[in-house]
C-alpha cells in the first residue's frame, strides 16, 4: 500500500527495515517504563498523525478511496493493534522479550503454510531449508541469551495473538494491497491505531506517563523509526516481492534484537548466539534466493 520504491532503495529496504525494526524491541521495552502498552501505543499513533497531516496541503497526495482504503485500514489494524498491541502487553505481563521474539519469529513458517493457498505463491524445497535453518538459529539465539522459562500463560497468550496479527498482515497486504501514496496510507493506518488505542489507554492506564527526556527519545524513534519509515518499507517488499521471501526477513529479528539490547539494555550476548545469528543470516539468505 506504498508507491513504487525506486530500486536502489529497494534493493537497500531489508536491510534498512532490519535494523529499523530490530531495534525498536529494546526501545519500546524502555518505552514501557515510563507509560502503559496502550498509553505508549496511543502516544506514538497521535504524533504520527500530527507529523503526517501537515505534509498533505504540502503534497497534495490522491486518497485512496472505498474499497483501498478500507483494506488500508485493515491492514492498519493488524499491524498496530493487533500486533504491536498484543506483544506491548506481554512485555509488561512479564514475558521476556527472548519468549516473544520466539513467538513471533513462527511467523515465517505460518506465512510459507498459507501463501501458497491465499496469494498462489508456491514455496520451494530450499526456501523450506532456509526457513528452518532461520528458525534453528534464531531460537539458538533467544535460548542462548535468557531463555523462555516460567513465562506468564497470558503474556504467552497476548504474544501468540501479535504473531497471528502480523501474519494475517503480510498475508492480507499480498493478497489486496494497491499501490497508493504513503502519506494517506500511513495517516490512515496511524489515525485506525489511534482510533482504537487511545480509548483504550484512557480506560485502563488513564493515559498517565512519566514524561522524562528518555520516554520523549523513545517515541521520536518508534515514531519516525518503526511507524513511518520501517512499516512503508515492510508493506512496499511486500508489494514488490514474494510475501514468502520478504517473511523470511523475520527471523533476523530476534538476533539483532538480542544484539541491540545489549548495549541498551544490558543484555550481554554469549558466544553460542554468534553463532546463533550467523546460522540465522544463512537461513535467511536461502530463503531469500
Not at 66 to 92: E, H, M, N, S, T
Request: net charge positive.
Amino acid at each position: 500500500m506504498t508507491c513504487a520504491m525506486p530500486r536502489p532503495l529497494l534493493l537497500a529496504a531489508p536491510i534498512i527495515f532490519l535494523l529499523l525494526w530490530s531495534a525498536g524491541f529494546a526501545i519500546a521495552k524502555i518505552g514501557l517504563l515510563h507509560a502503559g502498552p496502550f498509553t505508549l501505543l496511543a502516544l506514538r499513533y497521535l504524533i504520527a498523525v500530527v507529523v503526517l497531516l501537515p505534509l498533505v496541503p504540502l503534497l497534495k497526495p490522491d486518497f485512496p478511496r472505498g474499497r483501498a482504503a478500507w483494506d488500508i485500514a485493515i491492514v492498519g489494524f493488524l499491524i498496530q493493534v493487533a500486533y504491536f498491541g498484543l506483544c506491548y502487553i506481554a512485555f509488561k505481563s512479564g514475558v521476556s522479550a527472548g519468549g516473544v521474539a520466539i513467538i513471533v519469529c513462527l511467523q515465517p513458517i505460518l506465512v510459507s503454510l498459507i501463501a501458497p493457498r491465499m496469494v498462489g505463491e508456491t514455496v520451494s524445497r530450499l526456501r523450506w531449508i532456509g526457513l528452518a535453518l532461520g528458525l534453528t538459529g534464531a531460537v539458538t539465539v533467544i535460548l542462548a541469551r535468557s531463555g523462555i522459562a516460567h513465562e506468564p500463560p497470558i503474556g504467552l497468550l497476548a504474544a501468540v495473538g501479535g504473531l497471528i496479527g502480523i501474519t494475517a498482515a503480510t498475508l492480507y497486504e499480498k493478497r489486496f494491497g494497491v499501490t497508493t501514496h504513503p502519506v494517506p496510507a500511513n495517516l490512515i493506518q496511524y489515525a485506525v491505531g489511534a482510533v482504537f488505542t487511545l480509548p483504550l489507554a484512557l480506560a485502563t492506564e488513564g493515559l498517565q506517563a512519566d514524561w522524562t527526556p528518555e520516554l520523549w527519545a523513545t517515541l521520536a524513534y518508534l515514531v519516525i523509526g518503526n511507524s513511518l519509515i520501517s512499516i512503508t518499507l515492510l508493506l512496499a517488499m511486500i508489494r514488490a516481492g514474494e510475501v514468502a521471501r520478504v517473511s523470511a526477513l523475520f527471523y533476523l529479528v530476534p538476533p539483532l534484537s538480542a544484539l541491540f539490547a545489549w548495549p541498551l539494555l544490558g543484555e550481554a550476548m554469549p558466544p553460542l548466539a554468534w553463532a546463533g545469528m550467523a546460522l540465522a543470516g544463512i537461513g535467511v539468505t536461502l530463503a531469500r534466493r
